[in-house]
T-cell receptor, first 112, second 114 residues
Framework: DTGVSQDPRHKITKRGQNVTFRCDPISEHNRLYWYRQTLGQGPEFLTYFQNEAQLEKSRLLSDRFSAERPKGSFSTLEIQRTEQGDSAMYLC??????????FGPGTRLTVT | AQTVTQSQPEMSVQEAETVTLSCTYDTSESDYYLFWYKQPPSRQMILVIRQEAYKQQNATENRFSVNFQKAAKSFSLKISDSQLGDAAMYFCAYRIGATNKLIFGTGTLLAVQP
């Protein structure tokens, strides 16, 4: 167990609906990363936070995606107007001063 | 741009035997980190081993070791005395600069036969 939790573990939604995922790293993780993993592929970087500041966003993160990390603790990732192409596993990872990333179990999103 | 290539989509090994998973990468940086992550079915991705590029000595963690060939940009993972619990998807990853974001390969699915 890495200590990083994600909620929900699974989400099924209809196309066009909004969804929000949550990631809870451990308190020592001053950095938090979001990745997306599609079937048969490795995770792809979406965005990351240094404490509460969002420092980089991938081109994969369209305008329908938004992420926050209020107070530098938990983080949320919201997808508006979901599309079938958004179906994937969304992973978050926390990183402390040791420079290693610890992953949560992921949220599997299915858009029907 | 940095890329990571894993050319073996699937591998199989007998229990107690040794298996080597391949990974190559491309970068113009001289100092970087490489990682192997393990993702068991429906379970969290966990770090197996890491290698700092400035270190010539290959990293070792119990039954896991790497063969790091910097000039060839090769970073293979050797699993000795394979166990049933080693069955998983293995990802090679490269860490980029100040952001520390990871670039992953496409993974190698390892099956361990009893």
């Amino acid at each position: 167990d890495t200590g990083v939790s994600q909620d929900p573990r699974h989400k099924i939604t209809k196309r066009g609906q909004n969804v929000t995922f949550r990631c809870d790293p451990i308190s020592e993780h001053n950095r938090l990363y979001w990745y997306r993993q599609t079937l048969g592929q490795g995770p792809e970087f979406l965005t990351y936070f240094q404490n509460e500041a969002q420092l980089e966003k991938s081109r994969l993160l369209s305008d329908r995606f938004s992420a926050e990390r209020p107070k530098g603790s938990f983080s949320t990732l919201e997808i508006q107007r979901t599309e079938q192409g958004d179906s994937a596993m969304y992973l978050c990872a926390g990183q402390g001063n040791h420079y290693e990333q610890y992953f949560g179990p992921g949220t599997r999103l299915t858009v029907t | 741009a940095q890329t990571v290539t894993q050319s073996q989509p699937e591998m199989s090994v007998q229990e107690a035997e040794t298996v080597t998973l391949s990974c190559t990468y491309d970068t113009s940086e001289s100092d970087y980190y490489l990682f192997w992550y393990k993702q068991p079915p429906s379970r969290q991705m966990i770090l197996v081993i890491r290698q700092e590029a400035y270190k010539q000595q290959n990293a070792t963690e119990n039954r896991f070791s790497v063969n790091f060939q910097k000039a060839a940009k090769s970073f293979s993972l050797k699993i000795s005395d394979s166990q049933l619990g080693d069955a998983a998807m293995y990802f090679c990853a490269y860490r980029i600069g100040a952001t520390n974001k990871l670039i992953f390969g496409t993974g190698t699915l390892l099956a361990v036969q009893p």
